[in-house]
């Protein structure tokens, strides 16, 4: 089945702390795959994409995420969280013609 | 700047009501988009179109219909509201098929009473 998983539903950090999001998909060739961030009463924004080559894929705001085809995962990371980085954060992956998008995961930032 | 643009922030429809929900994009994008977002589902595809006049169900169209009529503007139409389809709504653009990523309007959060 074309699915995409965040196993993580809420996470909570320390300010200052170091942060890792986990999503894993379902089978594939080389995916093409997105993070995105929700803030409250916002749309989504594209936080970064992997489509090929190297493997650590740096995006907006500091995050980066890395492609591990052999765990088939996508985990986001930032060395440092900041309190606006409280958000609901998406993995999605392209399916054929399709953008599927996992469960999300809401990350709490404490000061 | 890419710009989607929902046009109700906020709807508190009846059961059995027609439903008309809009989105406009300024970018001359192909592709459109309209997903639902509930807690703990994430974002599920209701319809898509690559093209006007074209549309393609997703993965849970039933309930739903849309319209395309012009590049920009792609509507998703509710025929007979019920109360579970109270969500949040939005809708996406992008430029082609494959690779390009979506970019997504504000959303719309319906409440079918």
């Known amino acids: 089945a074309q699915s995409v998983t965040q196993p993580d539903i809420h996470i909570t950090v320390s300010e200052g702390a170091s942060l890792e999001l986990r999503c894993n998909y379902s089978y594939g060739a080389t995916p093409y795959l997105f993070w995105y961030v929700q803030s409250p009463g916002q749309g989504l924004q594209l936080l970064l994409k992997?489509?090929?080559?190297?493997?650590l894929v740096q995006g907006i705001k500091g995050f980066e995420a890395e492609f591990k085809r052999s765990q088939s995962s996508f985990n986001l990371r930032k060395p440092s969280v900041h309190w606006s980085d409280a958000a609901e954060y998406f993995c999605a992956r392209i399916y054929g013609n399709k953008l599927v998008f996992g469960a999300g995961t809401i990350l709490r930032v404490k000061s | 700047d890419v710009k989607v643009t929902q046009s109700s922030r906020y709807l508190v429809k009846r059961t059995g009501e027609k439903v008309f929900l809009e989105c406009v994009q300024d970018m001359d994008h192909e592709n459109m988009f309209w997903y639902r977002q509930d807690p703990g589902l994430g974002l599920r595809l209701i319809y898509f179109s690559y093209d006007v006049k074209m549309k393609e169900k997703g993965d849970i169209p039933e309930g739903y219909s849309v319209s395309r009529e012009k590049k920009e503007r792609f509507s998703l139409i509710l025929e007979s509201a019920s109360t579970n389809q109270t969500s949040m709504y939005l809708c996406a653009s992008s430029l082609r098929q494959g690779d390009s990523p979506l970019h997504f309007g504000n959303g719309t959060r319906l409440t079918v009473t």
């Open positions: 992997y489509f090929s080559g190297d493997t």
